[in-house]
Structures are given as C-alpha cells and as structure tokens.
C-alpha cells in the first residue's frame, strides 16, 4: 500500500478542514498516481473534495464510524478491520491511503511506500502526517529537483519502509 500526501516543514497537512495549499503540480501528481487506483480516505476528508463526492476513475473507500453515513460511488467502510478485508481484494501496489491524519496514522503500518510532495514554508495547521524522517523504519528512496509555484519551494519525495511490520 502506498501513502501520498503533500506536507510542510513540520510535516502539516491541514488547517480547519483544508488543504493547507494547492499547488497544480501536485494535485497532477495525485491524479496521476491514483486514477484507475483504490483511494482511501477519512469521511471528513471525503467532504472537502469537490461536491463531497468520490474522485473520477477511482474506487474510493471512506471510512466512517457513522452507522448512518452512505455516498453513492464509494464503498463505506466502519472500522480499520473492515477496510483491510474490503482491501485485500485489489493488488497492494493499486492502494493509496490519502488522508486525513487520523487514517494516515491508522494505515502507515501497512504500507511500504509514501509519495510525498514537501513543501518549503511552515503553516499554521491542525492536523499532520507522521514524520516519516523521524521513524527509523521509513527512509528517502528520492527527491526531484526542487520546484516553485509563485514563492513557494517543494519537492516530491519518494519514501519506502525499509522492513513491512504487520
């Protein structure tokens, strides 16, 4: 399974329910990577998409404790247990968790690669990634050149887990 994220310095993913930026390149990256993929993601995260509805050209799997919440074009799932079932029926290489904080966390011990774009500012945020420099498990497979959009810096790094933990 495969992490993809766009974080800052202090590896911030959010503010208030947002994105803490939109950067063109990046949501092309996560186009690229994930259509015709399994995106998973958090309900709240499922709501700050466009219409609230699931992306085009991908099977998108919402979890949510919510015994009431349903949306058409996505599989509804209730529990880290539940989803995993639901994932082992598509390759692993295929599946992209994509937020929010809490179901990064939930599913970063099964998965082995993250693609992460790292934005060069710092912002004010609420919600965050795991730092993948911080964990010995994880290392920095490669970065691209540095990029800018307006006065913004990032990169896109590529980090892999250096032993699967189950």
């Known amino acids: 399974m495969n992490?993809?994220?766009?974080?800052?310095?202090?590896?911030?993913?959010g503010?208030?329910?947002k994105l803490l930026v939109s950067i063109p390149d990046d949501q092309r990256l996560f186009r690229?990577?994930?259509?015709?993929k399994v995106v998973v993601m958090g309900r709240k995260t499922l709501e700050s998409l466009p219409g609230g509805?699931?992306?085009y050209g991908r099977t998108t799997?919402?979890?949510?404790?919510?015994?009431?919440?349903?949306?058409?074009?996505?599989?509804v799932c209730r529990s880290l247990k539940e989803a995993l079932e639901e994932l082992s029926k598509y390759p692993s290489e295929?599946?992209?968790i994509a937020g929010g904080e809490e179901i990064y966390r939930e599913f970063l011990p099964f998965c082995t690669a993250a693609q992460i774009t790292w934005i060069?500012?710092?912002?004010?945020?609420?919600?965050?990634?795991?730092?993948l420099e911080e964990d010995g498990d994880w290392e920095l497979e490669r970065a691209s050149e540095e990029q800018t959009y307006f006065s913004?810096?990032?990169?896109?790094?590529?980090?892999r887990r250096k032993s699967v933990v189950r």
Not at 4 to 9: E, H, L, P, Q, S
Not at 32 to 36: A, C, P, Q, V
């Open 3 to 13: 992490l993809i994220a766009a974080v800052d310095r202090r590896w911030a993913i």
């Open 15 to 17: 503010n208030k329910g």
């Open 32 to 36: 690229e990577e994930t259509l015709g």
């Open 53 to 55: 509805r699931p992306l």
């Open 61 to 75: 799997i919402v979890l949510s404790r919510d015994l009431e919440f349903s949306v058409k074009g996505a599989i």
């Open 94 to 96: 295929d599946i992209y």
């Open 120 to 131: 060069d500012y710092s912002y004010d945020a609420d919600a965050y990634f795991p730092n």
């Open 152 to 159: 913004l810096c990032y990169e896109f790094r590529t980090y």
